[in-house]
């Protein structure tokens, strides 16, 4: 079974700076992973994500997330974080059990970005 | 592309009466499609994967009476919530897959509704 952790419920930066949110995995596959944006009272937005493909992947709205399998992470990072980026964000890893073929993917507990002016 | 809507955005009920939830893929046909709950401030929660024309395939702890989930078609799956209850009250999300990306890299990836915020009186 897979599992996903992300490192602090809330994260806060100012407008400009550095945004790392922190998303670690376990999986006894080559997993695949996602993350994904959420707005006050709306669906899920795909960021970006990674099928085993490039290592370090790039996404929308400026995120990229790089896979680093010797650290079972996938951390989301944007150079400089704007107001509109102020959201919560989700890590998610894809439940690749062929027999039942169900792909489902398992959520992290998600991470509140806050972006002060 | 890749539109996934559900309806209604929002519905108040009253304890004991059920509510129906729909979920459409508008420009896709879905094979797949995946049922969360959101309870505040938390993660999503798998309820159940819908897989059109077949029985779905309930999480444990989820009770498939009280969930009754239909994939009539291609492009539409419900799901009612029977005698609800105040604990019912969440947010629903539905998911999709699209038909056409089986079998390729891209078969885990899911388009997203908007969800569904009931509140059960």
């Known amino acids: 079974a897979q599992s996903v952790t992300q490192l602090g419920s809330h994260v806060s930066v100012s407008e400009g700076a550095l945004v790392l949110l922190r998303c670690n995995y376990s999986?006894?596959?080559?997993?695949?992973l996602f993350w994904y944006v959420q707005y006050p009272n709306q669906g899920l937005q795909l960021l970006l994500k990674?099928?085993?493909?490039?290592?370090l992947v790039k996404g929308i709205n400026g995120f990229e997330a790089e896979f680093k399998k010797s650290e079972t992470s996938f951390h989301l990072t944007k150079p400089s974080a704007h107001m509109s980026d102020a959201a919560e964000y989700f890590c998610a890893v894809s439940d690749t059990n062929l027999d039942t073929g169900r792909r489902a993917l398992t959520f992290g507990s998600g991470t509140r970005l806050q972006v002060q002016p | 592309g890749a539109v996934v809507s559900q309806h209604p955005s929002w519905v108040i009920c009253k304890s004991g009466t059920s509510v129906k939830i729909e979920c459409r893929s508008l420009d896709f046909q879905a094979t797949t499609m995946f049922w969360y709950r959101q309870f505040p401030k938390q993660s999503l929660m798998l309820m159940a994967t819908s897989n059109e024309g077949s029985k779905a395939t309930y999480e444990q702890g989820v009770e498939k009476d009280k969930f009754l989930i239909n994939h009539a078609s291609l492009t539409l799956s419900t799901l009612t919530v029977t005698s609800a209850h105040p604990e019912d009250s969440s947010f629903y999300i539905c998911?999709?897959?699209?038909?056409?990306?089986?079998?390729?890299?891209?078969?885990?990836?899911?388009?997203f509704g908007p969800g569904t915020r009931l509140t059960v009186t």
């Open positions: 990674y099928t085993s493909a490039a290592t």
């Open positions: 999986s006894s596959v080559p997993p695949y």
């Open positions: 998911s999709a897959r699209d038909r056409k990306r089986e079998g390729t890299g891209n078969t885990y990836e899911q388009y």
